[in-house]
């Protein structure tokens, strides 16, 4: 990009980090400083204003930037990413949403505290919150800074660096100053530039190929060096077993991750009834529907119109391939209409890692404020509301030191898949202690703390184990080799060791199951007698 360009870019950033920063303050002259504004937005959002929310918290820098990369580069087997985070939100819709909004209060921990000794459980969900968050966030840090290297033509790791450092310290900002009031403003705002700037280039894009998808297609595999290989199944998880197994590992953390997901079950507390979560789900299934869909026209359309070459040369991951489309569709490399759709979709995308990283770092606060510091200071004296508050603005800031931390290490890794190891920790750790304690009668204490941890541990650890850090050219630390794992996605062996060892942790339990408390929250889910 020349001077000009980057000029241009880098004052639609500042608009957006000043319009976000205006909601923050504004959010932040109404707060009364209590827990349910700081973690809820005191429950006054409409099922619309929520469901904008939810769509903008769940659309990232994965879904734009790590998504439509994917599909430039591997054709149908990116296309897998479009499904999979679109299917699991029938898996929200139909399980967790409603009953997850009668049955807590701030986070999954309440769900689960409901139905057994409540310290055991906020502990061990308080560490898989936190860790399924940070994972998230660093995602959403490498697209930010995949963003500012493309802007300054591949120039340097300082600009990376220094990018990194601003969006952490923009996200510690809006959750200590905003709380979830302006959270969920930034978000909702978020969600209009993105699917505004995502059907503009999408419109864009058929218009070239004369609203000819087939056209379309053929074109992109003719571009992509792969043929009509780019259009079938096995580019990217074909070939040997270990890729066939990670397509289906894959799947299983897409479609059952998002239902364990700490920022999204968190937005569900933001509305005043359980009937409004449900409506909230359904706004938010239109608008991310039409989104994937959408991510689907612009891979293929970078394939065909940049091509797969281009855009892997300029990121390996893909990241990329949403700006140089722009530059394409606008008219060119050096044409002044080019560097403004660039400019314009790199703001856009600007504003989603923004309002995506608030979202998912006030959750993570929370959970360490609101479960782990409550239950651990219990024994002394009951933390209040104004002190638990305090920390959960230091847990933010911690949590996002570690995020930038982890992202400049992680910068080369494409962002949809990082987001796939967050989905597959939740899917581990957080969905089989919250269906558990939502519908089995015998549940107990040792089955929740074990369901967590025996999710929670392989996941991670396999995660460790694999070609992801290890042994492979774009690993964490490609100079060693200590990956005994060879799925780069651990969800086909997690998830199922989370089911299995709450299975195994109640049937071996000396506790049973307390019938008061399961009637109770039976009752409580299903009808919302008694929900906060």
């Known amino acids: 990009m020349t001077g000009s360009h980057q000029t241009l870019t880098l004052l639609l950033f500042s608009a957006v980090v000043a319009t976000t920063l205006a909601i923050t303050s504004w959010a932040g ?13 005191g429950r006054l959002f409409t099922p619309m204003e929520n469901g904008f929310a939810i769509a903008g918290d769940y659309m990232s820098a994965a879904s734009f930037l790590g998504i439509s990369g994917l599909i430039a580069l591997y054709g149908y087997d990116g296309m897998l990413y479009s499904i999979g985070f679109l299917v699991a939100w029938l898996v929200v819709l139909l399980l967790v949403a409603e009953l997850v909004r009668n049955c807590g209060r701030f986070t999954l921990a309440d769900v689960v505290a409901a139905r057994v000794r409540e310290r055991p459980v906020r502990i061990a969900l308080g560490a898989s919150s936190v860790t399924v968050s940070v994972l998230y966030l660093v995602a959403q840090m490498v697209g930010a800074g995949s963003l500012v290297a493309l802007l300054l033509g591949g120039a340097g790791g300082a600009a990376h660096t220094w990018t990194v450092l601003g969006v952490g310290a923009l996200m510690v900002t809006y959750v200590c100053f905003g709380g979830m009031r302006a959270t969920t403003w930034i978000q909702i705002v978020k969600a209009v530039l993105l699917m505004g700037g995502a059907l503009a280039l999408t419109v864009m894009v058929l218009v070239r190929f004369g609203g000819d998808m087939g056209a379309l297609l053929t074109s992109a595999a003719e571009h992509s060096g792969h043929g009509r290989d780019f259009l079938a199944p096995g580019l990217k998880y074909g070939g040997d077993w270990s890729a066939r197994l990670d397509f289906i590992s894959l799947g299983l953390a897409l479609v059952l991750g998002t239902a364990g997901l700490p920022h999204i079950l968190a937005r569900f507390y933001t509305v005043p009834t359980a009937r409004a979560a449900r409506r909230s789900v359904v706004w938010s299934i239109g608008l991310i529907g039409s989104f994937y869909l959408m991510t689907i026209v612009l891979g293929t359309g970078a394939a065909a119109l940049v091509g797969t070459g281009a855009v892997r040369e300029s990121s390996p991951a893909g990241n990329t391939a949403i700006p140089l489309l722009s530059v394409e569709l606008g008219g060119g490399a050096g044409s002044r209409g080019g560097a403004a ?192």
Request: net charge neutral; hydrophobic share 60%.
């Open 341 to 532: 759709l660039s400019a314009l979709a790199a703001a856009v995308a600007f504003a989603t890692i923004l309002a995506v990283v608030a979202g998912i770092t006030l959750a993570a606060s929370a959970a360490v404020a609101h479960d782990l510091y409550a239950s651990l200071r219990k024994r002394a004296r009951a933390a209040s509301a104004r002190e638990e508050v305090g920390v959960a603005r230091i847990a933010a800031a911690v949590i996002g030191a570690v995020a930038i931390a982890l992202s400049l290490l992680a910068q080369e890794l494409n962002v949809a898949f990082l987001v796939g190891l967050a989905f597959a920790v939740a899917a581990s750790a957080n969905l089989p202690v919250l269906l558990y304690a939502l519908f089995w009668r015998r549940f107990t204490t040792r089955g929740a703390v074990w369901a967590v941890y025996g999710g929670l541990v392989p996941a991670v650890a396999l995660v460790l184990l694999s070609p992801v850090v290890s042994g492979a050219p774009h690993a964490l630390f490609p100079g060693v080799d200590f990956a005994l794992f060879p799925l780069e996605n651990p969800g086909l062996v997690s998830i199922p060791l989370g089911f299995l060892a709450g299975w195994l942790g109640t049937v071996t339990s000396q506790e049973g199951p307390d019938a008061a408390r399961h009637a109770e929250t039976e009752v409580r889910s299903l009808t919302g007698a008694g929900a906060v």
């Open 29 to 41: 002259s109404r707060r009364h400083g209590s827990a349910e504004e700081f973690y809820a937005g």
